[in-house]
């Protein structure tokens, strides 16, 4: 019996870019062994060395988790639909509306709120009394922010630390190219105020923490959460749960979004969907694998429709619900996600009851085992022994996209995800070439040096900051993405 397996955006390039494959199988565990049968390289990213399917990977047979039917066990049919739901690197809390009025300028300018029996001039009180945080001020937290300072929410927060790089313009709309350079939220501040001046914004530039998290979101009702990282991701759904604010979530990666609201009044959490993070580098960031320029725009629209939902206390969030959009069909499912009663953070008897040290917890820092340190060269000195004519040779493992937009002069491509098969094409024996080896920044590099290092290939070094710092100090004509 043959049943369609929904494959998302980021696993697609093991299944020969297949959105759905069909397979055979009685329950999910058949159909999952089948499917990385047919795709081998699948396989590491569904189940860990032990065979068991990876926490941060979730699976439903139509709209239901398989953790609440049978798990691997759960019977399927011919016409079901199985969809892989991997991680992606309700309630009001506002105020009461005695007290301010709508001005008569504020009455014009919300007039279409107005005349909605859901807003009314009850709700648009709420929405000048409320207080949101944007945690990211990129292309999640754009979106939200714009919407929300046009909707009216009185006292609007932003949490971002960066600068204004030209590369965030395809997608971070709330910036123009004269704030390339500036402090995000001096620009970000600047165009809101623009925007409704009524509207307080209120910034921290400041990286999130488990140390001042707290005190950030203490004084807010809901935090739009635009992270782009899983460190981040898990403080913000910690923090949200002992504060008890609901968290409007929501990631993107090239064509795939997702969206809900989690830490409601007896909600699932974000650890409820995902309790574990997955291993640093499985998931690739969008700074790696792209993200289409709307998609952030979509996704934010709908964090700030659910936290406006949130202030007024209309409608039906998505508290337990996973909103999934694949852009490239245009098709949008939901899908169901309960609170696991066991769930360390919001269970019945939670084990987390303080913040922790999240980039630990992520896998960024071991616990208790010290960073490996690679070999690494400089630019300069790439550039001096390429001038000296000295027998090097550069291994670019980026992907082809990458390269074609720029490259160091004489590299070869072998993206990182091939370089497990593809050993035998790196120079070796005793009149090998030094191999010098490079990224976009020096991330993957490192381990790409750190896996030929293990594989016997000792003459390795990485490249510190990769490419662009290539291009900043040795060769500007070429163009930075």
């Not at 004269?178 to 001096?186: A, N, S, T, Y």
């Not at 105020?193 to 009702?221: C, F, Q």
């Not at 969206?259 to 790696?288: H, I, M, Q």
């Not at 400089?378 to 004519?389: G, I, N």
């Amino acid at each position: 019996m043959s049943v369609r397996i929904l494959i998302p955006t980021p696993l697609r390039a093991f299944t020969n870019q297949q959105a759905a494959v069909p397979v055979d199988g009685a329950t999910v565990g058949d159909l999952l062994r089948a499917l990385t049968d047919l795709h081998t390289d699948l396989r590491p990213h569904l189940f860990g060395p032990d065979g068991t399917l990876r926490t941060f990977v979730n699976v439903y047979v139509n709209d239901r988790d398989i953790r609440q039917l049978q798990r691997d066990r759960t019977p399927v049919h011919a016409t079901d639909t199985v969809s892989i739901v991997p991680s992606v690197a309700g309630g009001s809390g506002a105020a009461a509306t005695e007290g301010p009025t709508l001005t008569r300028d504020e009455v014009e300018r919300y007039s279409r709120h107005l005349i909605i029996p859901e807003v009314g001039v009850a709700g648009q009180l709420r929405l000048k009394q409320a207080r949101v945080v944007c945690v990211g001020a990129g292309g999640l937290g754009s979106p939200a922010s714009l919407y929300l300072a046009a909707a009216g929410v009185g006292t609007l927060g932003l949490v971002d630390f960066d600068v204004v790089d030209a590369s965030n313009l395809q997608r971070q709309v709330i910036y123009s190219t004269r704030d390339v350079g500036r402090r995000k939220l001096e620009a970000a501040a600047e165009r809101l105020t623009a925007l409704n001046p009524a509207v307080r914004v209120v910034a921290h530039e400041t990286p999130l923490t488990s140390a001042n998290a707290l005190d950030i979101l203490r004084d807010y009702d809901v935090v739009v959460d635009g992270a782009d990282n899983f460190p981040t991701r898990y403080l913000v759904n910690d923090a949200c749960v002992l504060l008890g604010k609901p968290n409007a979530y929501g990631s993107i990666f090239r064509f795939d979004g997702q969206a809900s609201v989690f830490a409601t009044k007896g909600g699932p959490c974000y650890r409820c969907l995902y309790p574990e993070p997955p291993p640093p580098g499985l998931v690739p960031s969008c700074a790696e694998g792209g993200v289409l320029g709307v998609l952030p725009g979509l996704i934010g629209t709908i964090q700030a429709t659910e936290a406006i939902k949130l202030i007024l206390g209309v409608g039906r969030t998505l508290a337990g619900r996973l909103l999934l959009l694949d852009a490239l069909s245009m098709e949008f499912r939901t899908m169901t996600v309960e609170r696991d009663p066991a769930c360390p953070v919001c269970g019945d008897h939670p084990t987390v009851t303080a913040l922790v040290d999240y980039d630990q917890f992520c896998g960024v820092v071991p616990a208790s085992t010290p960073a490996v340190k690679v070999p690494e060269i400089t630019v300069e000195a790439l550039k001096a022994a390429m001038d000296q004519h000295k027998k090097i040779w550069i291994l670019d493992v980026r992907e082809p996209r990458e390269f074609e937009i720029c490259r160091i002069p004489g590299s070869t491509l072998i993206p990182l995800g091939d370089l497990p098969k593809r050993l035998s094409e790196i120079p070796q024996g005793a009149d090998a070439p030094e191999i010098i080896v490079h990224c976009k920044m020096g991330g993957r590099s490192a381990k790409a040096v750190a896996l030929l290092r293990d594989h016997g290939v000792t003459n390795a070094r990485n490249l510190t900051g990769g490419i662009l710092a290539w291009i900043d100090r040795v060769d500007p004509s070429q163009a930075k993405y």
